[in-house]
């Protein structure tokens, strides 16, 4: 018997029982259209979540102070300073933009005539370029400010919103710090929640570094700030700014260097084995869907024993009665397959349409989706179309 022949008495045994085999193919579909939906719900967590770490800067790269070894005659503290951060320019490639950060805590009056805690940090006009920051109104300090030491600040956009009503009625206001009137000339936040594990908190104020240094004993800095051209030079910059920072200060002072590129690659990998666990769940739904096909095709077989006992008596060999059978098992889960994929990939695309959110879509889910899904289709049809091709003719002529 011809392949052609045997799709087409397939179809024709598909048309003659729809509402059956329409049912049994539902669950194919359920379980397609998860297992798309689960690819396109794991690629989106995935892009959102490496989107959030790229927001802070994946070019991003900070160094601090951690202190030493405590020796006799050598207990001095050995911080960062500003020629360090000088240094790594002229000694590391690719350095785009740079920083110092130093910080200091006064207590100061704001707009309501109460006191609060500030966080001041001394940066230069780059700091916003490094940390990627944002700015609701206003504008940050230019290398003009720095250079002229114009007493010159912005505030974090909560501050503003909490002491003046919003971040542009900030702008213009004056905050004494040391008995220094400051202008606030903008505010600013960062462009990815860290929930304060960063130098910047709630009450910050920035000021331009040349201007701290009138409140500092001596010029040390609590973070250095660097920002590289492509972020494919930023594991070896790493090394090379430890290694230009260590060389400048006593061999047993501790340095920090680090940068995002280790939590990128773990954020990956978390998304990458929550897909693959998402996926494998959904694969559960379509191997519940083959033994309803399983089910269904063992009910046909029992139905349908007398047309299998005349197909037989006129010629049809066992290997012909098993194709059969097995065509009409895959032919329900291809079905169910390609509607599942239709539907799975409807509701990604009707996204993409209706909103601006570009949500990652998978070609391969899809190709794997009807490749399992036949596969299912061929696993759950065996047993009924081997039982079918092993009943007995005359047996299947007296079947009543």
Known sequence: MALGEIMSFAYDTFCSNKVRF??????????????????????TGRQYALNQIQSIGTNEIWAEYQGGVQRIGSSTPDPLTVEDLQAVRQQVSGVEAASEVAQLNDRVAVGNGKERDLVILGVSPEYVRVRNLVLPSGRFFDPEDSLSHNKVGLIIDRMAIQLFGS??????HVIKISGLPFT?????????????????????????YSVSRYFMESPSIKLLYFSMADSAMVPAATTEIKRVLQSRH??????????????LAMMDRIATGL???????SMVTLIVSGIGIMNIMLATVTSRI???GIRK???????????????????????????????GLAIPYSAR??????????????????????????LFGTVPATRAAQLDPVESLRYE
């Open 250 to 263: 006593r061999a047993e002072s501790v340095y920090n260097v680090d940068n995002l590129t280790a939590v």
């Open 313 to 343: 008596a006129i010629g049809a060999t066992n290997r012909e009665i098993r194709i059969q059978f097995l065509a009409e098992a895959v032919l329900i889960s291809f079905i169910g397959g390609v509607v599942g994929i239709i539907v």
């Open 275 to 281: 897909t693959w666990v998402l996926f494998l769940v």
């Open 306 to 308: 007398r047309e299998i």
């Open 167 to 172: 971040t542009q009625e900030a702008v213009g």
């Open 184 to 208: 606030i000339i903008g505010t600013f936040r960062e462009r990815v929640e860290t929930f304060g594990e960063t130098e910047i908190t709630e009450n910050t104020m920035l000021i331009p």
């Open 22 to 43: 329409a049912l049994t193919a539902l669950g194919m579909v359920i379980g397609t259209a998860s297992l798309i939906l689960v690819a396109t719900i794991g690629l």
């Open 353 to 378: 349409f209706l909103t601006d959110y570009r949500i990652p879509i998978s070609g391969l889910s899809a190709i794997i989706a009807i490749v399992v899904s036949s596969v299912v289709g061929i």
